[in-house]
């Protein structure tokens, strides 16, 4: 029995997948708000006979299947959806609000695809549940909170993880992007980026607008700063080595005739190993520092680093395993990834707990429309990215690839060998 024998009962569980997966879409929680998701989660789990263990970093949960021995294999998904207004005119399109953690009423909305996560764990899970005679092993299906954060799966790991589940032998994880439907990508090393948040206090002295020699202009020096910044990349680094800097958000002064007391800088660091990672934060620093020096700066400027991401790196010896099974089942809509300036906490999970693990992604989108817009330098525009207001997965056959490879994976594992 092989993964493609669980799978020809895909068409089984057809009604049950589309109704969940509309109402998760109709639905969307805000990161550590995922209480409806979770419940529902655990409830299916529970049914399926999983042991479930909720509450785990909020609304962490697991659901653990013990069937004999053999390999302990971890699969995540993370249930978060986006401070965003839903523009993608589906019928089960999502009108939801909710208070941000700042307490302001935004629109929510699965911009992220998160939704199709779930449903596609869920449904992996059915099957091994229902065909318990094709494998042995232990299946931990993991349900994680707030990934957008970047620190939801770091509270299921200081939430207690570790003593709620057996030590897995390998985890494994996916995400719906912006390829063709029937398309699924892996690649080994380094395959998503870390990434760092940092805001960053600039101090000047205010003073009149007309009597700029008795201030420091906040402004001018955060434009000097700017403007070296921007050097980092194309200066310090080697030349073909990864790397982003880029500056988000620049807040200073309210009126045209008052020179403001601070200037506010968010900036977002990406790189694909800590080295890198480590010189980025240096040279940040040194350059700010060695502005606000230039500028007579009355106090040293502030860093206060947020939104850290892991960089994800998977482990040749799991692509190995999972990539000969994809070519196996998908042919050659099994690819290999590029490597993606996108971030992802997944890795945070096993590497606390000392485990290998593979992440890879698939596609949510028409082959034919895509192809087109490739051909014709329109992808951008034509099919959307990520946390777009108009992103959405075309339901099918997006969540039978999706099912699919996470069914595959874990049977590349958990199957009998015959
Ligand atoms: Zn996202
Ligand atoms: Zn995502």
């Not at 349900?143 to 970047?150: D, K, N």
Request: proline share 7%; aromatic share 8%.
């Amino acid at each position: 029995m092989t993964a493609a024998d669980l799978l020809a009962d895909l068409d089984e569980i057809q009604p049950w997948h589309v109704d969940f997966y509309q109402d998760l879409h109709r639905n969307p929680e805000l990161s550590f708000q995922e209480v409806r998701t979770s419940g529902l989660v655990s409830e299916r789990l529970r049914t399926l006979g999983y042991d479930v263990h909720t509450g785990i970093g909020g609304t962490g949960l697991v659901g653990i299947l013990r069937n004999g021995d053999g390999p302990t294999v971890l699969a995540r998904a993370d249930m978060d959806a986006l401070p965003v207004r839903e523009a993608t005119g589906l019928p089960y399109a999502s009108t939801a609000t909710a208070s941000d953690a700042e307490g302001h009423q935004t629109p929510v909305m699965h911009a992220c695809g998160h939704d199709m996560h779930v449903t596609c764990l869920l449904a992996a899970a059915q099957l091994l549940a229902e065909h318990q005679q094709t494998w042995s092993g232990t299946f931990i299906a993991l349900f994680q909170p707030a990934e957008e954060l970047g620190t939801g799966a770091r509270a299921m790991v200081d939430g207690g993880l570790a003593d709620v589940i057996p030590k897995p032998d390998v985890a494994l994880g996916q995400h719906v992007m912006g390829l063709p439907y029937d398309t699924v990508a892996a690649r080994p090393g380094a395959a998503l980026s870390a990434a760092d948040s940092i805001r960053i206090t600039l101090h000047g002295r205010g003073t009149h607008g007309s009597m700029p020699h008795y201030g420091v202009d906040p402004i001018l020096l955060g434009s000097a700063v700017v403007m070296r910044l921007n050097a980092i990349v194309s200066r310090e680094l080697a030349p073909g080595h990864f790397g982003v800097v880029t500056v988000g958000s620049f807040q200073s002064g309210s009126k045209s005739n008052v020179i403001p007391e601070t200037t506010t800088l968010l900036l977002n660091l990406r790189s694909y190993d800590d080295h890198t990672r480590q010189q980025l934060r240096a040279a940040v620093e040194r350059i700010v520092q060695a502005e606000c020096a230039a500028s007579g700066s009355p106090a040293p400027p502030e860093f206060a680093y947020t939104d850290p991401f892991p960089v994800t790196q998977n482990s040749p010896d799991v692509y190995h395993r999972v990539s000969a099974a994809f070519t196996a089942h998908f042919g050659e809509k099994a690819i290999v990834m590029e490597p993606s300036t996108g971030s992802e906490d997944f890795s945070d999970i096993p590497n606390a707990l000392g485990t290998p693990y593979l992440y890879w992604i698939w596609g949510g989108f028409d082959p034919d429309t895509y192809h087109r817009a490739e051909a014709n330098g329109t992808l951008g525009t034509v099919i959307p990215g990520n946390h777009a207001s108009t992103f959405a997965p075309v339901m099918e056959p997006t969540f039978r690839t999706g099912t699919s490879a996470m069914t595959v994976a874990l049977m590349s594992y958990l199957a009998h060998t015959t």
